[in-house]
């Protein structure tokens, strides 16, 4: 072989857009996303929500009409967020996300997937994504775990295909499988957000489900179990654990700034791979098209692209429902 040099043309492989799309080294495909749902029990007309441009949050009636227009745009694959209405500190109620379960599956059968995200944040009254010890200053794992386990299996019941833990307690993995297992439950999926950072870029999102955390603890941040941003490591070996205890799908969570776990994960283990990009990246997007910065279309893609090289299988992104559209649009 001849000696490898960098010098020289690299124009070549840049000058036509033929060339360009064949050197792509990755290619994006809307089979791949995942569209967010949010389901609000206390609205009794689909709103709007005003930090997540174009998102709303939607009655279970409105939702159907959601998830109609959606499946026209060919998304069949979605993750439900319940805002129930009553918010407590123990012994909660998943009646109100079970029935529109439910629904969506009388009404359109196994034509769409449905997974939904499995936490306590918008159920309990401080908001923390777990039930706290008495002295209000420490989430319980274990106790939350079992919780979440109980939860699954109602949703399971009720028809999900998938559950999907975003409460970052240490078993619940383990938990939810086992209880699954128990009830016969064994085709349902766990999509674990395994790698999940203690973020700034959830501030839409706490918006819409009213799950910040703090209120009347002396717990005011999730950081004593969501990972620091300053330990990649801690986010593999969370990985790694969560495939132990039966994990189907990990996810990564935000996704752009952790690129470089989504790598360390691709890897290392043969487990589909999601990122999340989730509302506050979705909405600083947003803000720069609102500016006149960025085309809306080609900035959205152009962070698929990345998270894609960098070894993403699944997408999770609010703007999911243009992506078949977007993608058939690149212009490489
Ligand atoms: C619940 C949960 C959060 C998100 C998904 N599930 C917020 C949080 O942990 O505070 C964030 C999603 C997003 O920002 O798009 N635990």
Same mark, same amino acid.
């Given at each position: 072989m001849a000696k490898q040099t +960098? @010098?020289?043309?690299?124009r070549r492989i840049r000058g036509s857009a033929h060339i360009r799309e064949l050197a792509a080294a990755v290619h994006l495909s809307h089979r791949d996303f995942i569209q967010p749902l949010f389901v609000d029990e206390s609205i009794d007309r689909r709103t709007e929500i005003p930090s997540l441009s174009g998102i709303a949050s939607d009655t279970p009636e409105s939702l159907l009409r959601q998830i109609s227009a959606d499946v026209e745009c060919g998304v069949r694959k979605f993750l439900l967020f319940p805002v129930p209405a009553n918010k407590a500190?123990?012994?909660? &109620? +998943?009646r109100f996300i079970c029935g529109v379960v439910r629904d969506i599956r009388t009404h359109f059968g196994k034509e769409v997937w449905i997974a939904v995200d499995v936490c306590l944040c918008a159920y309990t009254s401080h908001g923390h994504c777990g039930i706290l010890n008495t002295e209000r200053n420490a989430v319980l794992h274990a106790d939350t775990a079992q919780a979440l386990a109980g939860y699954a299996v109602q949703l399971a019941d009720a028809g999900a295909d998938c559950i999907a833990p975003s &409460?970052?307690? &240490?078993?619940r993995v383990g938990a939810i499988r086992d209880a699954l297992d128990l009830h016969g439950m064994t085709e349902v999926t766990v999509m674990s957000y395994s790698s999940k950072f203690s973020s700034q870029f959830y501030g839409p999102f706490r918006d819409a489900c009213? @799950?910040?955390?703090?209120?009347?603890? =002396? =717990?005011? &941040?999730?950081k004593t179990y969501q990972i620091s941003p300053f330990n990649g490591g801690d986010a593999l070996l969370s990985a790694f654990r969560d495939i132990e205890e039966g994990a189907d799908i990990i996810m990564v969570k935000p996704a752009l700034p952790y690129l470089d776990v989504i790598t360390g994960l691709k890897r290392q283990v043969h487990h589909p791979v999601a990122a999340y990009h989730v509302s506050g990246e979705y909405q600083g997007l947003e803000l720069l098209v609102q500016h006149g910065l960025a085309d809306r279309a080609k900035v959205h893609t152009e962070v698929w692209a990345a998270l894609k090289r960098g070894g993403a299988d699944i997408i999770i992104s609010y703007a999911a429902r243009h992506a078949e559209e977007w993608i058939s649009g690149i212009e490489y």
């Open positions: +960098y @010098s020289g043309v690299r500190e123990g012994n909660f &109620d +998943y &409460d970052m307690m &240490d078993g009213h @799950s910040a955390p703090g209120r009347g603890t =002396l =717990l005011k &941040d999730r």
